[in-house]
């Protein structure tokens, strides 16, 4: 099955930006219909952020609208978040998995995921 491992990570000041990538390896990110990232901030539940379907619809959680930006490069078998204006409340384990609407689907196996922090 189609691995992700995700990458990027760092430690930004607040109003820094970051670029995550995820790297979908023995398969094609091309037969996940819809990618998201998702984050965990510490305390808290892991939370979808973003996501993005192969035709392009795109949907972000409010805390993140205006300041993400999610992209996938099927054909690079990645898929990238833009993460501009961060704030220190974006702190978290960022991770990229399948968007799960019903019993139907199954996220894949979580990666290490990519920490993320922001300072103040």
């Known amino acids: 099955q189609v691995q992700l491992a995700e990458s990027g990570g760092g430690f930004v000041q607040s109003g820094g930006s970051l670029r995550l990538s995820c790297a979908a390896t023995?398969?094609?990110?091309?037969?996940?219909?819809?990618m998201g990232w998702y984050r965990r901030a510490p305390g808290q539940e892991r939370e979808l952020v973003a996501s993005?379907?192969?035709?392009?619809?795109?949907k972000y959680a409010d805390s993140v609208k205006g300041r993400f930006t999610i992209s996938r490069d099927n054909a690079k078998n990645t898929v990238y978040l833009q993460m501009n204006s961060l704030k220190p409340e974006d702190t978290g384990v960022y991770y990229c998995?399948?968007?799960?609407?019903?019993?139907?689907?199954?996220?894949?196996?979580w990666g290490q995921g990519t920490q993320v922090t922001v300072s103040s």
């Open positions: 023995h398969g094609s990110l091309s037969s996940i219909n819809f």
């Open positions: 998995n399948t968007i799960i609407f019903t019993v139907e689907n199954s996220f894949l196996p």
């Open positions: 993005i379907s192969n035709y392009g619809r795109i």
